[in-house]
T-cell receptor, first 111, second 113 residues
Framework: ELKVEQNPLFLSMQEGKNYTIYCNYS?????LYWYRQDPGKSLESLFV?????AVKQEGRLMASLDTKARLSTLHITAAVHDLSATYFC???????????FGKGTKLSVIP | EAQVTQNPRYLITVTGKKLTVTCSQN?????MSWYRQDPGLGLRQIYY???????DKGDVPEGYKVSRKEKRNFPLILESPSPNQTSLYFC????????????FGPGTRLTVL
């Protein structure tokens, strides 16, 4: 059974600071996804990481994937209030098309 | 406008009364999927479909049925709803398979009394 764990589950940070959200998974996979959910809203796709060493960046967010360590990170640079949301990582076993999510990290950026 | 629509957005029903939540996308996507979101449990996949007439179970398929008779539609059917199916449901679609970004519907909040 594939397990996906995110750390931390809750994160409160000040504007301008940097921080990293971690996503560990239990079974070999080279396909990992990050999503964002604003309070009371639906989800939107942020990043699709498809191979070991993949790095994607958009604005103040950068995601990376280390398949050997079964670890993905979502790094936040110089946080701003607009980044306050819940961030989910998800993994699918290669070829399965079945997606398993982490429990999410609720990020609050304080002015 | 490219979008995934779900109906209804809110539904309160009673145990055992069959219901269907519709999902439709206008992007000609092959892959469609249903998820439920519960506090403390995050998102869990119910069913997914790779294309017309091709469906498969996710992590929590018990008590649900789906069909994919047309590419654009992927309804979720609860034949005999129970209170433990009270949840927030999301439909999503993507081009090809999961290797591309998923587009999510607005969600359906279901309460089963």
């Amino acid at each position: 059974e594939l397990k996906v764990e995110q750390n931390p589950l809750f994160l409160s940070m000040q504007e301008g600071k940097n921080y990293t959200i971690y996503c560990n998974y239990s079974t070999t996979s080279d396909r990992l996804y990050w999503y964002r959910q604003d309070p009371g809203k639906s989800l939107e796709s942020l990043f699709v990481l498809l191979s070991n060493g993949a790095v994607k960046q958009e604005g103040r967010l950068m995601a990376s994937l280390d398949t050997k360590a079964r670890l993905s990170t979502l790094h936040i640079t110089a946080a701003v209030h607009d980044l306050s949301a819940t961030y989910f990582c998800a993994v699918d076993l290669a070829g399965s098309y079945q997606l398993t999510f982490g429990k999410g990290t609720k990020l609050s950026v304080i002015p | 406008e490219a979008q995934v629509t779900q109906n209804p957005r809110y539904l309160i029903t009673v145990t055992g009364k069959k219901l269907t939540v519709t999902c439709s996308q206008n992007m000609n996507h092959e892959y469609m999927s249903w998820y439920r979101q519960d506090p403390g449990l995050g998102l869990r996949q119910i069913y997914y479909s790779m294309n017309v007439e091709v469906t498969d179970k996710g992590d929590v398929p018990e008590g649900y049925k789906v069909s994919r008779k047309e590419k654009r539609n992927f309804p979720l059917i609860l034949e005999s709803p129970s209170p433990n199916q009270t949840s927030l449901y999301f439909c999503a679609s993507s081009w090809g398979d999961l290797l591309n970004e998923q587009f999510f519907g607005p969600g359906t909040r279901l309460t089963v009394l």
